[in-house]
């Protein structure tokens, strides 16, 4: 190979290879070395860099451009330091206000890393996701609500049975915005899925319960998409009905289940007429064509 062409690829290789300038980048997160604002909610504080997150929150980008307009429910307050007179060499003070710190913390992570981990001893995953969705919204970050959408489907998926996801239901219905038809919409999946066990833990009253009894907005989705996935049965039945009389002697049919917890492998019989025997769990249905004797 000509070594010229050969050192022309290395250098290609070199350009294209992102992870040093992305750990370089990474490295500044918890380094207070060349920051140029400090960003402050209750007694926590953070050293960042505008040059970072700037570029990846358009709110703060506003903000630190002077550009920024009071929007409703949205407070935040600068100052800088009045002994400079050059605004370069001032760092720039910014207090933020009605957020939760952890999800703040995991927010600016993302912004140095493009990602953020929702293992946190003081919050659930479940509802530290949904504050990241909130904080996508509220901070202008395009690309965050995506993961935190992606985050908060895993944790609720996982986490469906505990106490973590009654709490995330409550907040996602009260604290949140109307925009945040993404994320109802997933608890509503979960809760259809998983409805029976929901509704059936008879050891205690679980917190889920509670939340459904005190939360309007929720109960009515729910209530609403039971009532749709109810009208969907009874037309998929009628459709599984005309089935049954194209069934043939001896041979066994199976027609599809839409109770998504039910794992029970025993069923009861029960005769109908003298020429068909049908096998039902709850909603999976079994049939099959006797032959006459």
């Known amino acids: ?23 370089g980048i990474a490295g500044l997160h918890k380094s207070s070395q060349f920051s140029d604002l400090v960003l402050s909610l209750g007694t926590r504080s953070w050293n960042v860099h505008k040059a970072i997150v700037c570029a990846r929150s358009d709110l703060l980008f506003l903000f630190c451009t002077g550009e920024f307009k009071v929007r409703p429910g949205l407070v935040m307050d600068s100052h800088s330091d009045a002994d400079n007179s050059a605004q370069e060499q001032a760092e720039a003070n910014m207090t933020l206000h009605n957020d939760d710190p952890e999800a703040i913390d995991a927010m600016l992570g993302y912004f140095y890393t493009c990602d953020y981990s929702d293992v946190n001893e003081s919050t659930s995953a479940c509802v530290l996701n949904l504050r990241m969705f909130a904080l996508a919204e509220k901070y202008l970050v395009n690309q965050l609500g995506p993961l935190a959408a992606k985050k908060f489907t895993a944790a609720a998926e996982k986490d469906w049975a505990s106490d973590d996801f009654a709490n ?46 005190t939360t309007p907005a929720f109960r009515a989705s729910v209530a609403g998409r039971l009532a749709r996935s109810l009208a969907e049965a009874e037309a998929s039945n009628e459709r599984q009905a005309e089935s049954l009389a194209k069934a043939e002697a001896g041979q ?38 006797l032959k006459p004797e």
């Open 1 to 23: 190979m000509d070594p010229s062409a050969e050192l022309g690829e290395e250098l290609m290789a070199a350009v294209s290879d992102k992870t040093p300038l992305l750990n």
């Open 168 to 213: 995330a239901i409550q907040e996602a219905y009260t604290n949140t915005g109307d925009t945040n038809q993404l994320l109802l919409g997933v608890i509503n999946d979960v809760v259809t899925k998983h409805v029976k066990k929901l509704f059936g833990r008879e050891d205690q009253v679980s917190r889920f319960t509670e939340v459904f009894n």
């Open 252 to 289: 066994k049919y199976y027609i599809g289940c839409d109770d998504y917890d039910c794992q029970d492998d025993s069923f009861s019989g029960m005769g109908v007429g003298d020429t068909m025997m049908i096998d039902i769990c709850v909603g999976r249905l079994w049939v099959t064509r």
